[in-house]
């Protein structure tokens, strides 16, 4: 299985379990929120403070870029950072 169709695969298993929760009562927001936090604790604990800080210090730019706007089109992903076409 190729990279692609391996974020393909996580990223509609992720957002089933975020559905999942709302339709059990948790608010979007609060799922979106504990989501993003639970990304950036397990990239912590993989990766180190550092190098997570790295990571996340690019992300303004990338959304101002729009590459979390259109998933189907965001192939620049290397870093790790989500999208939904993973």
Not at 25 to 50: I, Q
């Amino acid at each position: 299985m190729d990279e692609q169709e391996q974020r393909d695969i996580a990223a509609k298993k992720v957002l089933e379990a975020m559905q999942a929760a709302i339709e059990q009562g948790a608010s979007p927001d609060v799922v979106k929120l504990v989501t993003l936090s639970a990304a950036v604790t397990n990239f912590v604990n993989d990766y180190g403070e550092e190098a997570t800080a790295s990571i996340i210090e690019t992300l303004p730019e990338k959304v101002r870029a729009g590459a979390f706007s259109n998933p189907a089109n965001n192939e620049d992903d290397s870093d790790g950072a989500a999208s939904t076409d993973s």
